[in-house]
């Protein structure tokens, strides 16, 4: 059974940090395409990055690029998202996905002063 798990948020004041792990279970995470969403109140879920499951490359929606990176630890079975220069927008519930589908959980981001 496919499993994943995010955790890392909480509250934060903008132009802060925070990392997001996100542990796979009944899977590599090295075998699929793997990607983070982020929901705010009231809206849709947004793509936020895509870690490709072969070359490792990296993709990121406009509205986080140059201030989140994705990573994996294959090791570790887990997928990361670090968050700098964090902004009142950017608060939500951050998951991850694969690219079949699959998700679990997310954990709140909180950016406020």
């Known amino acids: 059974e496919v499993q994943l798990q995010a955790s890392g948020g909480g509250s934060v004041q903008p132009g802060g940090s925070l990392r997001l792990s996100c542990v796979a279970d009944?899977?590599?995470?090295?075998?699929?395409?793997m990607r983070w969403f982020r929901q705010a109140p009231g809206q849709g879920p947004e793509w936020v990055s895509t870690?490709?499951?072969?070359?490792?490359?990296?993709y990121y929606a406009d509205s986080v690029k140059g201030r989140f990176t994705i990573s994996r630890d294959n090791a570790k079975n887990t997928l990361y998202l670090q968050m700098g220069s964090l902004k009142p927008e950017d608060t939500a519930v951050y998951y991850c996905?694969?690219?079949?589908?699959?998700r679990g959980p997310g954990t709140q981001v909180t950016v406020s002063s």
């Open positions: 870690l490709t499951r072969s070359t490792g490359r990296t």
């Open positions: 996905a694969t690219d079949e589908g699959h």
């Open positions: 009944g899977f590599t995470v090295d075998s699929f395409d």
